[in-house]
């Protein structure tokens, strides 16, 4: 199995930029499709974007599409997630996830999961 740590988060004005990073080990991130989930206080998990094995297929969810990228480096073991133009609204804390499945969505399709980082943007 992999083990997965988020680290990158931490507190920007709205309008400014993130990258998190979500580390593996354990064993080869390579092995697995990885995604970014998002949750608000008081809110649901909200599936935000997904990468393919090999990098070469990426899927956003409305919300943040053409804010945020999805990347990932398999020889670093590391995926990522870049924030650009944040709003209050992004405010949450930041799960990433791996899973075996082409495009997962949805968070019962996701089979390890990190600790999360939190997100604070203020207006």
């Known amino acids: 199995q992999v083990q997965l740590v988020e680290s990158g988060g931490g507190l920007v004005q709205a309008g400014g930029s993130l990258r998190l990073s979500c580390a593996a080990s354990?064993?080869?991130?390579?092995?697995?499709?990885v995604g970014w989930f998002r949750q608000a206080p008081g809110k649901e998990r909200e599936f935000i974007a997904t990468?393919?094995?090999?990098?070469?297929?990426?899927y956003y969810a409305d919300s943040v599409k053409g804010r945020f990228t999805i990347s990932r480096d398999n020889a670093k073991n590391t995926a990522y997630l870049q924030m650009n133009s944040l709003k209050p609204e992004d405010t949450a804390v930041y799960y990433c996830?791996?899973?075996?499945?082409?495009?997962?969505?949805?968070?019962?399709?996701?089979?390890?999961w990190g600790q999360g980082t939190h997100v604070t943007v203020s207006s």
């Open positions: 990468i393919s094995h090999s990098g070469g297929s990426t």
């Open positions: 996830a791996a899973s075996f499945i082409w495009r997962p969505t949805t968070s019962d399709e996701y089979y390890y």
């Open positions: 354990g064993r080869t991130l390579g092995a697995y499709t």
